[in-house]
């Protein structure tokens, strides 16, 4: 079993920055693959960006490419997303994901294990 638990979330102005944390128990953390998933009022939860268990592997989002940097910290059982340059069309609640593998996942519906989500509003 894996828990996982959001932190960073808040309101902030078009072209503010915000650092999203997940902090992960249950599992050895080394042994996951993380991502980080949003769902927009109204949309489907799409995905934002991954990284496999050593980090050397990430993808993104298109429309996050240049802007936002995920991360972990294995030691620590965490992984953050760095989110800069915020556009108001950033304002989602934004889900850790976690699952057992050592490829490359970018649908939801390979994630298992979520985080309960933390809302991220970007105001123009």
């Known amino acids: 079993q894996v828990q996982l638990v959001e932190s960073g979330g808040g309101l902030v102005q078009t072209g503010d920055s915000l650092r999203l944390s997940c902090a992960a128990s249950?599992?050895?953390?080394?042994?996951?693959?993380m991502a980080w998933f949003r769902r927009a009022p109204g949309k489907e939860r799409e995905f934002v960006a991954f990284?496999?268990?050593?980090?050397?592997?990430?993808d993104y989002q298109d429309s996050v490419k240049g802007r936002f940097t995920i991360s972990r910290d294995n030691a620590k059982n965490t992984v953050d997303l760095q989110m800069n340059s915020l556009k108001p069309e950033d304002t989602a609640v934004y889900y850790c994901?976690?699952?057992?593998?050592?490829?490359?996942?970018?649908?939801?519906?390979?994630?298992?294990?979520w985080g309960q989500g933390t809302q991220v509003t970007v105001s123009s």
């Open positions: 994901a976690a699952r057992a593998g050592y490829s490359w996942y970018t649908d939801a519906a390979q994630y298992g294990y």
């Open positions: 249950g599992r050895t953390f080394s042994s996951l693959v």
């Open positions: 990284i496999n268990w050593s980090g050397g592997l990430v």
